[in-house]
């Protein structure tokens, strides 16, 4: 049976149909993961099962700042729970006036504005390093993009394939100069949570893409109002029901099998001889890599 993850806000995982739920509570070698994961059994509506894990990113009642996540801890018991694709959904302010509020982007690259976080399985004596040239699983944005164009039709709302995605520390949002100075580097979105889960993810080889989810228009736009939390809140929960039917769709066409390079990731990341490998380094990372050890 496939498994999936989802990640991103709390309601993602009240879904019709959804059975045999569970909530598991997990620790990993780096932590503790931002809540108690969700599981349940979904039929795809095309006469298939599939397993899903769903984790509120910003724990149960958005208690958690972006800098504050432990994405190492979440992808880990991801991992553990083994989940091969995971979808991300995430709020974002749109940086281009053709990507509306409420608009879905499939982004498909990302830019790192962040500031110290910690972004790697890897180190403390083993040292590896993955391709993120292609940052997320084509096959899988692929599906998304397709699955929102479904559940868009006949609707106001737009889904966009393909996009860079800015991250940035925050939990400010940005200032005028910067949000303007981002457009003219040709970004599509702004948000805070996307770095460093595709590293993670591909380090972990899971298949991950992101639904990023416009809210705004940052404070760039000259006729639009500038972001605020309720406005923001407005939209996202506007398009709660959309992300679910999204998630409902993509469901369906995720094979069973992977064919996609993310699987095998991290077969020639390794530097370090397996032979200088500490016990505790070798423990530490087994569920990651233990197959390449």
């Known amino acids: 049976m496939r498994t999936i993850g989802v990640i991103g806000g709390s309601g993602l995982y009240e879904m019709e149909g959804l059975t045999e739920v569970e909530q598991v509570r997990l620790d990993t070698p780096f932590g503790k993961p931002s809540d108690d994961y969700v599981t349940g059994r979904l039929l795809d509506g095309r006469g298939g099962e599939a397993r899903l894990v769903f984790l509120p990113r910003h724990g149960r009642g958005h208690r958690i700042l972006p800098s504050e996540i432990n994405f190492r801890a979440n992808l880990h018991g991801m991992k553990q729970l083994g989940v091969e694709w995971i979808i991300s959904v995430s709020a974002v302010g749109s940086m281009r006036e053709e990507i509306r509020p409420g608009d879905f982007v499939i982004a498909d690259q990302f830019y790192d504005r962040t500031k110290g976080r910690p972004s790697s399985f890897f180190g403390d004596g083993i040292v590896g390093h993955v391709s993120v040239a292609d940052p997320v699983c084509g096959d899988l944005a692929k599906i998304l993009f397709e699955s929102a164009q479904k559940i868009f039709t006949g609707k106001d709302q737009r889904a966009h394939q393909g996009g860079t995605y800015l991250c ?14 981002y457009r003219s580097w040709g970004v599509d979105v702004i948000g805070m949570t996307n770095v460093p889960e595709y ?95």
């Open 168 to 181: 940035i520390e925050g939990p400010q949002f940005s200032t005028r100069a910067e949000s303007r100075t």
């Open 199 to 293: 590293k993670l993810a591909r380090e972990a080889e899971i298949s991950y893409a992101t639904v990023a989810l416009a809210t705004d228009y940052d404070c760039w736009h000259e006729s639009e109002e500038d972001v605020t939390v309720e406005a923001v809140i407005a939209v996202v929960q506007q398009n709660v029901a959309n992300a679910r039917a999204l998630i409902r769709e993509a469901i369906s066409r995720i094979p069973a099998v992977r064919t996609c390079a993310c699987k095998d990731a991290a077969r020639h990341a390794m530097m370090t001889d397996p032979k200088t490998i500490s016990p505790e380094a070798r423990k530490r990372m087994e569920l990651i890599v233990g197959k390449y050890l």
